[in-house]
């Protein structure tokens, strides 16, 4: 299917990173299911600025009664199936450079809301999207990882170890799904110039990221919404199970 012809959920679609990969999609004719949590405000404008093929729902990703009533709440109005997903929710966590928790101090608790956020929040949002995308044999998943976990510059312990852990399901659903012409990808960048996510992060720290890549810069929003929109395209039908790095060319490999 050509984006255009699609109707994609974008988790955490109103803000920050969310955001720019919903504007991306709308600039290339998706229609676009913008979830959000609490951000009501955030959602109902930018669904008012982007049109009729743009709606905000509200469901927290976590809880998987929510996600199945967002699913239902939007094939009742588009008509149709959601048939990509973009897994880009960040539940309760900043980078917050040198406030973050230290390894000998962080209470396990912060590592179980990273893993609910970004484990049980894209296997509830895939569960919930596998019948329509069986009905259609066609399905795009892509979850939005971390390139920390290959270069942790910054030790943020319980973020890193959770997208580790939401990579590893990348793969292992890959393998289920390809024959059902499903495939599941993730994007993994840096440090982001800026999201709400990362408005805390010291100067020195951007400076830093940005003299270390090939670049010399730090990558945008912008930059790596356009690598999402590779993996539901039909460019990428060949592709499944795979982590591209977006960051610059900090990360190689």
């Given amino acids: 299917m050509l984006i255009a012809e699609q109707w994609v959920l974008v988790t955490g679609g109103a803000r920050g990173l969310g955001q720019a990969i919903t504007r991306a999609l709308a ?25 009729p093929r743009a709606i905000a729902l509200q469901a927290d990703v976590t809880d998987t009664v929510a996600v199945h009533q967002l699913f239902a709440q939007a094939h009742e109005r588009t008509g149709q199936a959601i048939s990509s997903v973009v897994n880009n929710a960040l539940v309760g966590f900043r980078f917050d450079g040198d406030a973050r928790p230290q390894i000998g101090d962080i209470a396990w608790q912060r590592f179980n809301q990273q893993i609910e956020g970004a484990v049980k929040g894209a296997l509830n949002t895939l569960q919930a ?36 852990a939401l990579l590893s ?7 289920d799904l390809g024959p ?31 003299s270390l890549t090939p670049l010399r810069r730090v990558t945008t929003p912008a930059e790596f919404a356009d690598a999402v929109l590779f993996f539901l395209s039909p460019w990428s039908r060949a592709v499944t199970g795979q982590n591209l790095i977006v960051d610059g060319g900090l990360v190689k490999g």
């Fill in 27 to 51: 600039r290339e004719g998706a229609g676009v299911v913008i979830n959000y949590h609490r951000s009501d405000q955030a959602a109902a404008a930018l669904a008012e600025e982007l049109g």
């Fill in 129 to 164: 999207a596998l019948p329509g995308m069986r009905a259609q044999g066609f399905g795009r998943i892509v979850n939005v990882g971390t390139n920390l976990f290959q270069n942790p510059v910054v030790p943020y312990h319980d973020y890193t170890a959770a997208k580790a």
């Fill in 169 to 175: 399901l990348t793969r292992t659903a890959a393998n």
């Fill in 180 to 210: 059902h012409g499903i495939t599941v990808n993730m994007v993994s960048g840096g440090l982001l110039r800026s999201t709400d996510a990362s408005s805390a992060t010291p100067e020195a720290v951007f400076e830093l990221i940005a």
